[in-house]
């Protein structure tokens, strides 16, 4: 079993919409948790950490769900620039693990 | 504001060859990791580092050594390069363990 798995979508959705997606963690002693973003051909960029009490980056809303070992997140008023693949990532003993990513695309 | 440098950016390899690939970051950070991006996979972590003349092995180390004999600069070898090695490889580099990383521009390697 994949120690991160995430929906690959894609998620085509129009612009202005609202889109969530999860992924599921197999490691319930993962200690940190982060949502990345990574543009094509790019290197991955740190968009949120994930807290276990949920938190909000402007229009970016993460959530964890230590109990059924998953992460969230929603974005909300999507716009073009949200085009992009989004990595579900845990941290474990020093080390990051990633998902597969989930590619969303925005379309006007 | 380097960040993390990787070089080189672009390299084509023929079966056999070695190569080393370098790492440098400015941040004066204790973590620094090599990973390898494949299609459709995640990023897998090949080996890395908590400190200046530590190294430890990833998920998937084989055919693959490191070194890190200064804090900033932390170099992958590939000592006999095989097709099975073509990939993206991305440095990246931490403070700490629970603190986001930030990750160098790639290299694009093709074994042939």
């Known amino acids: 079993r994949k120690e991160v798995e995430q929906d690959p979508g894609p998620f085509n959705v129009p612009e202005g919409a609202t889109v969530a997606f999860n992924c599921t963690y197999s490691n319930s002693a993962s200690q940190s948790f982060f949502w990345y973003r990574q543009d094509c051909r790019k290197e991955p960029k740190l968009l949120m950490s994930?807290?276990?009490s949920g938190n909000e980056d402007g229009r970016f809303t993460a959530q964890l769900n230590r109990a059924s070992q998953y992460i969230s997140l929603l974005i909300r008023d999507s716009k073009l620039s949200d085009s992009a693949t989004y990595l579900c990532v845990v941290e474990n003993d020093y080390k990051l693990s990633f998902g597969a990513g989930t590619t969303v695309t925005v379309r006007a | 504001n380097a960040g993390v440098t990787q070089t080189p950016k672009f390299r084509v390899l023929k079966t056999g060859q070695s190569m080393t690939l370098l790492c440098a970051q400015d941040?004066?950070?204790?973590?620094m990791y090599w990973y390898r991006q494949d299609p459709g996979m995640g990023l897998r972590l090949i080996h890395y580092s908590v400190g200046e003349g530590t190294t430890a092995k990833g998920e998937v180390p084989d055919g693959y050594n490191v070194s890190r004999l200064k804090k900033q600069n932390f170099l992958l070898g590939l000592e006999s390069a095989a097709p099975s090695q073509t990939s993206v490889y991305f440095c990246?580099?931490?403070?700490?363990?629970?603190?986001?990383?930030?990750f160098g521009s790639g290299t694009r390697l093709t074994v042939v």
């Open positions: 941040m004066n950070h204790e973590y």
């Open positions: 994930v807290y276990s």
């Open positions: 990246a580099s931490s403070p700490s363990d629970d603190y986001g990383y930030t």
